[in-house]
Nanobody
């Protein structure tokens, strides 16, 4: 079983950096591909970044333009999202998600491909 819990969200100023963490207490973390999604107020949930089980392959939303980095430490059952040069439009609830089998880059970017989700952590960026 996968049990995901995000942390690290807070209120920051535009231009600041923040690192989110997602811990899996289910002890099968290395078997799962992982992703980060976000949901801004009044909007649907959107893809942010994803990473393969080994961490060797990563994918990012085009709109990020290199500001965010996804990584994982399988020995610590932890997924990270390093966010730099934050903008007010990055304000959202950030969710981590996991799935055993994701077969393509397109699938990594799609919310419905993920079976397990955390509760989310709020990131607020003030101007």
């Amino acid at each position: 079983q996968v049990l995901l819990e995000e942390s690290g969200g807070e209120t920051v100023q535009a231009g600041d950096s923040l690192r989110l963490s997602c811990v899996d207490s289910g002890q099968l973390f290395s078997l799962y591909a992982m992703g980060w999604f976000r949901q801004a107020p009044g909007k649907g949930r959107e893809f942010v970044a994803a990473i393969s089980r080994s961490g060797s392959t990563t994918y990012y939303a085009d709109y990020l333009k290199g500001r965010f980095t996804i990584s994982r430490e399988n020995a610590k059952n932890t997924l990270y999202l390093q966010m730099n040069s934050l903008k007010p439009e990055d304000t959202a609830v950030y969710y981590c998600a996991a799935d055993r089998v994701i077969a393509s880059e397109k699938a990594f970017r799609q919310e419905h491909e993920y079976d397990y989700w955390g509760q989310g952590t709020q990131v607020t960026v003030s101007s």
